[in-house]
């Protein structure tokens, strides 16, 4: 049997008319969008806008719908809008005046000194630990002092050792002296840093 060409691709040619037809015509697969955030509600009367109509999905693409009218502003809308009225301005207030601050170094050898009081007791040998408390207290608070307070600091560290060697033995003398000392230097570095 002898095939008749023609034909053939005839019939091919009406099947591929066919199915473009077909594809033409079937409505595309819609691809799901993520929910946007909702925004917070207006607190103006804004103009409400109109979205647009959705398209249809039929064939036809003559057939479209009008946009609704925009509706126009209402005539209360149409005045003008007073100002939103400022939030009251407080009368200037003097400034207070701000404290004196300490010079650094200051409140760690006040609450060195603070500490040596209240831990010393009066056996000889409490006396002498609390010294070298002192004394390692002082030292770091040389670290944050400068200028005549940092000498001062540094001279009142030195006392509260020698005070400590002379307690314990070490060396000899009388820890009365060292203690007069300190009590000159306590006074003398109150005043600089501004203490009453």
């Known amino acids: 049997m002898r095939l008749d060409w023609t034909a053939v691709s005839a019939l091919a040619a009406a099947v591929a008319a066919v199915v473009a037809l077909v594809a033409y015509l079937m409505p595309p697969t819609p691809t799901p969008t993520p929910p946007l955030p909702t925004p917070p509600p ?3 009367s804004d103009p409400v806008v109109p979205t647009p109509a959705e398209q249809s999905s039929s064939p036809d693409p003559v057939t479209t ?3 609704p009218p925009t509706p126009s502003p209402s005539p209360e809308s149409r005045k003008p809008r007073r100002p939103k009225p400022s939030p009251e301005r407080a009368d200037p207030v003097s400034p207070t005046p701000l404290a004196a601050v300490r010079p650094g170094g200051c409140d760690e050898a006040a609450a060195a000194l603070t500490a040596y009081v209240r ?4 056996v000889r040998s409490s006396q002498a630990a609390a ?3 002192t ?3 002082l030292m770091g608070a ?3 002092a400068q200028g005549v307070v940092g000498a001062k600091i540094s001279r009142l560290a030195a006392e509260f050792r020698e005070l400590n060697f ?4 070490m060396t000899g003398g009388d820890p009365n002296q060292v203690i007069a000392d300190i009590n000159t230097d306590v006074a003398e570095l ?3 840093c501004g203490s009453t």
Do not use: C, K, W
């Open 142 to 144: 040389v670290l944050d």
């Open 65 to 67: 719908r009008p946009a």
């Open 135 to 137: 004394y390692s207290d």
């Open 119 to 122: 831990n010393a007791g009066t």
């Open 42 to 44: 207006s607190t103006r």
């Open 166 to 169: 002379r307690l314990t033995g």
């Open 190 to 192: 109150n005043r600089l």
């Open 131 to 133: 010294a070298q408390q």
